[in-house]
């Protein structure tokens, strides 16, 4: 039972409940009890739970699927500070498992308008776009676009075994330095959820970058889709 302290409701029924998965009660990809069942568990009301079960979903702790159920999320295997620029290779080999790279296709194609304002040149032809799966221990977990100007590094190098970081720095003298980058969370995604065999209803984390040199030239732009049950990222952030 939930006892009243001066926190509302809600949250003392997303601790317990996080509580629980923690201790073992309620497992990875296990259905909770119905709301009716874990409302009278917990001794709270369907409308105090259900906006506590919106919240963990929200934190990407359970999943809810449409007259089906609640289950709790299996915990991410890879975590890394957003404010790191990190490679996904270096991201898989730190968590102790052998990435992989899925090259789906390697192209050379017209730059299109937004590529010019990406890369912030008004004279760019051509670039160099690469659809790649990277895995870790041979699994799917990361699905990556990737584009960078034509006249950095020839098509035919693009499909060896190093990270594109490692690829562009031994190819070229452009070291990437920083990133800028947009996060954005999306639902299931027709192609790329398939792909990345993801479950139904399963979300995704929509990393946007363009990566810099220290000089902020404009080097690579990138449109990673992570599983989000398999990445997590955080932030540190300090007062000012």
Same mark, same amino acid.
């Given at each position: 039972?939930?006892?009243?302290?001066?926190?509302?409701?809600?949250?003392?029924?997303?601790?317990?409940?996080?509580?629980?998965? =923690?201790?073992?009660?309620?497992?990875?990809?296990?259905?909770?009890?119905? #709301?009716?069942?874990?409302?009278? !568990?917990?001794?709270?009301?369907?409308?105090?739970?259900?906006?506590?079960?919106?919240?963990?979903?929200?934190?990407?702790?359970? +999943?809810?699927?449409?007259?089906?159920?609640?289950?709790?999320?299996?915990?991410?295997?890879?975590?890394?500070?957003?404010?790191?620029? =990190?490679?996904? +290779?270096?991201?898989?080999?730190?968590?102790? !498992?052998?990435?992989?790279?899925?090259?789906?296709?390697? #192209?050379?194609?017209?730059?299109?308008?937004?590529?010019?304002?990406?890369?912030?040149?008004?004279?760019?032809?051509?670039?160099?776009?690469?659809?790649?799966?990277? +895995?870790?221990?041979?699994?799917?977990?990361?699905?990556?676009?990737?584009?960078?100007?034509?006249?950095?590094?020839?098509?035919?190098?693009?499909?060896?075994?190093?990270?594109?970081?490692?690829?562009?720095? =031994?190819? +070229?003298?452009?070291?990437?330095?920083?990133?800028?980058?947009?996060?954005?969370?999306?639902?299931?995604?027709?192609?790329?959820?398939?792909?990345?065999?993801?479950?139904?209803?399963?979300?995704?984390?929509?990393?946007?970058? !363009?990566?810099?040199?220290?000089?902020?030239?404009?080097?690579?732009?990138?449109?990673?889709?992570?599983?989000?049950?398999?990445?997590?990222?955080?932030?540190?952030?300090?007062?000012?």
């Amino acid at each position: 039972m939930i006892r009243s302290d001066n926190r509302h409701l809600y949250l003392q029924v997303i601790d317990r409940i996080k509580e629980d998965i =923690k201790n073992g009660v309620y497992k990875e990809r296990e259905k909770l009890p119905s #709301e009716f069942e874990l409302s009278k !568990m917990l001794g709270v009301s369907r409308a105090t739970l259900r906006e506590a079960l919106r919240l963990l979903e929200e934190e990407n702790v359970v +999943t809810r699927r449409h007259g089906v159920g609640t289950f709790v999320n299996p915990k991410p295997v890879f975590s890394s500070g957003i404010e790191q620029l =990190k490679s996904v +290779t270096n991201m898989i080999t730190e968590a102790g !498992m052998e990435p992989g790279t899925q090259y789906l296709s390697a #192209e050379k194609v017209i730059a299109t308008k937004e590529d010019k304002e990406h890369f912030k040149r008004d004279d760019l032809e051509y670039v160099v776009k690469i659809e790649r799966v990277r +895995t870790a221990d041979g699994q799917p977990v990361v699905y990556c676009i990737d584009k960078m100007p034509d006249d950095f590094i020839p098509l035919e190098y693009v499909r060896e075994k190093d990270s594109l970081f490692q690829l562009i720095e =031994k190819h +070229t003298n452009i070291n990437i330095s920083y990133a800028v980058t947009h996060i954005e969370p999306i639902g299931f995604h027709e192609k790329i959820s398939t792909i990345l065999k993801c479950e139904p209803e399963q979300a995704l984390l929509l990393l946007r970058q !363009m990566h810099y040199t220290n000089e902020d030239q404009p080097v690579l732009y990138s449109s990673n889709y992570f599983r989000a049950d398999q990445f997590s990222f955080h932030v540190l952030r300090k007062r000012v």
